[in-house]
């Protein structure tokens, strides 16, 4: 075929492991090239909108709530997102003054393509962010923003998440420029870090040793729950995605804060809980959740930087090291160990890791 393993088993360990090397590409083009830039430029007007709406399936769905908190800390734009198959049914108002977003991998998925059939005619523009560039989502969108991860064979999304977050980054720095509501100085500090991520994405995979050996152990549990506070709640909820896509252990994602409303009911030995807790702002306060896991037996994988894991690492059953990374766009690195992490649980139960049962690439019914 087209498309090899390159010497990998899997086609998602490929994947995983080519992000470094796509992010650089699409980077390149959104943020140092002359044909993204200017697309990003000339195609999409966030002075004249007064919302985003960002719709999408699956994976897609987490890089569009991931960018929800860029567009509105970054840009100060309010964005609403949802899954397309609630979206339409719930008949919600768009105007012209609304810009709709549609993130999909293949282009082709039933409930995203009727979603984007939905907007055409009342938004003000329709853009779409796809892999394929010849999709059926591509051809009925005003704007097309390709996400140049090449082919991804593997059921289980991973460069195209992490690419799909790039474009959605670019575009929010571009409605913060638009907009004017960032000073210079805070602008390129901010372009600078989405344009050291491909280098951090190859930094990263140092930690597959430790995350290999974790999942040898994570690999005898019935259920997992993955936390996170800000931008990496959305990440946490793909954590739970990836690891029951691809290992059929049952996991849930939380927001942290949200653990003492319900899920901290299920807290025993029995419930390994992974921890999204860079060392950031948010630090002290998922930490403090982390604690209350901790108090109950419940089995904490804490993946942090040097500095987190330092200061609150000590009593944790497991740690994962990734370097510190600052700014928001950390969730798209952190992305790696939370993929590495399903991967190497599903190849220890001896899943079928690139075609997971009862599971399709591309949905095209609804
Ligand atoms: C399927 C795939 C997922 C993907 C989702 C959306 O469920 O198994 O990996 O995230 O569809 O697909 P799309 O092509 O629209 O991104």
Redesign the pocket.
């Known amino acids: 075929s087209a498309v090899d393993k390159g010497g990998y088993r899997h086609f998602m360990a490929k994947e995983i492991a080519e992000q470094s090397s796509v992010l650089a590409a699409a980077v390149k083009f959104y943020l140092s090239g002359r044909e993204g830039q200017t697309m990003l430029e000339n195609d999409l007007d966030f002075t004249n909108i007064d919302r985003v709406v960002m719709v999408?399936?699956?994976?897609?769905s987490l890089a569009c709530f991931t960018a929800k908190y860029w567009f509105e800390q970054i840009a100060g734009v309010p964005v609403e997102i949802d899954i397309a198959s609630e979206f339409r049914y719930r008949e919600p108002p768009i105007s012209d003054r609304t810009l709709a977003i549609f993130?999909?991998?293949?282009?082709?998925?039933a409930d995203?393509l009727a979603a984007l059939r939905y907007c055409a005619g009342k938004a003000g523009k329709i853009v779409s962010v796809v892999n394929v560039a010849e999709s059926s989502i591509a051809r009925e969108s005003d704007v097309v923003l390709p996400i140049l991860a090449g082919p991804e064979i593997g059921?289980?999304?991973t460069k195209?998440f992490t690419c799909q977050l790039v474009v959605l980054a670019a575009m929010a720095l571009q409605a913060a420029r638009q907009r004017k509501v960032l000073p210079a100085e805070a602008l390129s500090k901010l372009e600078d870090q989405l344009l050291q991520m491909p280098g951090l994405m190859a930094d990263v995979m140092t930690c597959e040793g430790q995350v290999k050996a974790i999942s040898q152990q994570l690999a005898r549990f019935k259920d997992a729950i993955f936390l996170g506070r800000g931008a990496m709640y959305p990440l946490a909820l793909e954590g739970a995605l990836k690891l029951k896509?691809i290992s059929y252990i049952h996991a849930e994602g939380y927001a942290s804060g949200e653990l003492k409303h319900g899920p901290i009911a299920l807290i025993d030995d029995d419930m390994p809980v992974v921890v999204i807790a860079p060392h950031d702002e948010m630090f002290d306060k998922t930490v403090s959740n982390m604690q209350e896991v901790m108090a109950r037996g419940g089995k904490i994988v804490m993946l942090s930087d040097a500095k987190g894991l330092a200061e609150a690492g000590g009593e944790t059953w497991q740690q994962i090291e990734v370097p510190q990374i600052e700014g928001p766009f950390a969730p798209i690195a952190y992305a790696v160990p939370i993929q590495l992490l399903a991967y190497h649980t599903a190849v220890e139960k001896g899943t079928d890791v690139d075609q997971p049962r009862n599971?399709?690439?591309?949905?095209t019914v609804e």
């Open positions: 999408a399936c699956g994976t897609a993130v999909s991998q293949s282009g082709e998925t995203t059921v289980a999304s195209a896509e599971l399709a690439k591309s949905v």
